[in-house]
């Protein structure tokens, strides 16, 4: 079955940086767009990035010059680069996939940047 894995988060500084990870399983990887999406408490989720099977990417307009999104087919893996995160930032962020119009998620990795 489709199992998607986050994991990365935590507690950074206004500024700083993490890297968070995405590792898939139960289809085929290669040929598939992934995205991150990120909610917080009490808002909607939010699109963050999305990466085509090709490498062609997407972002967000909260995000976009700040957060790097990247795939490694080979591991199954993809990935969200986060550079000068904000307050703004805090949020559980999840890796998510769409297959036969059914939406698949992660459990979540949550961010918190703060002071």
């Known amino acids: 079955q489709v199992q998607l894995v986050e994991s990365g988060g935590g507690l950074v500084q206004p500024g700083g940086s993490l890297r968070l990870s995405c590792a898939a399983s139960?289809?085929?990887?290669?040929?598939?767009?992934m995205s991150w999406y990120r909610q917080d408490l009490g808002k909607e989720r939010e699109f963050v990035a999305s990466?085509?099977?090709?490498?062609?990417?997407k972002y967000g307009t909260s995000v976009t010059g700040r957060f790097i999104i990247s795939r490694d087919n080979d591991k199954k893996m993809v990935y969200l680069q986060m550079n000068s995160l904000k307050p703004e930032d805090t949020a559980v962020y999840y890796c998510?996939?769409?297959?036969?119009?059914?939406?698949?998620w992660g459990q979540g990795t949550r961010v918190t940047v703060s002071s």
């Open positions: 990466i085509e099977r090709d490498g062609r990417t």
């Open positions: 139960g289809f085929t990887f290669s040929s598939e767009v």
């Open positions: 998510g996939i769409v297959l036969a119009y059914e939406a698949y």
